[in-house]
């Protein structure tokens, strides 16, 4: 593969990153701060928060199994990806491939970035091939996304096909694992030595359930972590924001709960659906949703939002024609949208 400064743009390989003062101050104890132009009054929420996170990364490093040192934390996951373009990509110039279907906020950071987003279309059962997206690739081609299990199909991407990618293409490969723990497929996080270009990508939002703070995940080599942390904000990740999940991750055994009784649900919901006459085919999932077939999409959205329940409406997006994505909810929230789906007449 080419060089991670090959990879990097070079203003930002050059770039001199900006040094807040909790940049300056690290380690020594003190207890007066006079260094970063605070208001004394109102404590905590009167100090900056610690800009690289260093005892949110301790914890999570050790639930996963990850040096803190390859960990890096953003404002969601949406953060890093937004940096990734900003690192590597020339806008312009460069381009990235992805699949498609696939999330949406791949093409949307591209855009934003004006960098060229070529997509290249799953079969039929929701897989690629390798070989599918090496052919569109060129010298300008920095990145690959993989999503997987993808949104908004649920399925696993055939892992052999994952290898392969990492094994051939030349630039970083960013797999986003968001769905990962509902899977029974191992994550890459363990390969993160094997393939040096690999930057995996988790988040709080799903089986940690933090969606409302904001909280991605990235892990990848030091040296790519050390880029993304040269260019991102000085204090991206806010002191709330660190200080719940710290508390999430205490509790980490009741996720680990979590996780079962959604993957248990996620079963009967499946089997459910497949009995409803307006549904045509349950898609397999490994993820906490999954994606149905329905006789009149459209409709059916529109009919369950009157009767005040909000599923996704995935339609109009490719290789989903008449598609509902349906998130798994609690046990009554699912037996209430199982009701409503049995009462819909064409």
């Known amino acids: 593969m080419k060089t991670l400064k090959e990879l990097t743009r070079p203003n930002v390989w050059k770039l001199k990153p900006y040094s807040s003062a909790r940049d300056e101050y690290n380690g020594a104890q003190a207890s007066v701060f006079l260094d970063a132009n605070e208001n004394p009054y109102n404590k905590p929420y009167n100090r900056y928060p610690d800009p690289m996170q260093r005892d949110l990364k301790a914890m999570l490093g050790a639930v996963k199994g990850i040096d803190p040192r390859r960990i890096f934390l953003g404002n969601g996951s949406d953060e890093a990806i937004d940096l990734v373009f900003r690192a590597f990509c020339e806008p312009g110039k460069d ?79 960013i797999l986003d694992e968001a769905y990962n723990d509902f899977s029974e497929a191992p994550s890459f996080l363990s390969e993160l030595d094997k393939y040096p270009h690999l930057i995996v990508l988790q988040t709080f939002s799903k089986a940690f359930g933090c969606a409302a703070i904001r909280l991605g995940m990235a892990f990848a080599s030091e040296e790519i972590i050390g880029i993304l942390s040269k260019i991102k904000y000085p204090y ?73 329940i909000i599923v996704r409406n995935r339609h109009t997006v490719s290789l989903c024609g008449n598609c509902l994505r349906v998130t798994v909810g609690t046990a009554e929230e ?13």
Do not use: H
Request: aromatic share 10%; hydrophobic share 40%.
């Open 95 to 173: 381009n990235v491939v992805a699949i498609d279907p696939t999330y949406g906020m791949y093409q949307v950071c591209a855009d934003v970035n004006d960098v060229e987003y070529r997509k290249v279309l799953l079969d039929s059962d929701f897989q690629f091939t390798a070989q599918s997206l090496l052919t569109v690739t060129d010298e300008r081609t920095k990145l690959i996304f993989l999503c997987s299990p993808n949104n908004p199909t649920g399925n696993n991407l055939l892992r052999a096909e994952i290898e392969k990618v990492l094994n051939n293409f030349e630039g970083i490969v």
């Open 334 to 346: 699912n037996r209430i949208l199982l009701e409503a789906m049995k009462q819909f007449e064409e």
């Open 236 to 308: 991206n990740v806010n002191e709330l924001t660190q200080q719940q999940a710290i508390e999430t991750l205490e509790d980490y055994d009741v996720i680990l709960k979590w996780i079962e009784q959604l993957k248990e649900e996620r079963g009967k919901l499946e089997k459910a659906f497949l009995a409803l006459p307006s549904v045509e085919k349950v898609f397999p999932s490994d993820a906490n949703f999954f994606l149905a077939r329905v006789t009149d999409a459209v409709k059916i959205y529109n009919y369950l939002v009157g009767k005040g």
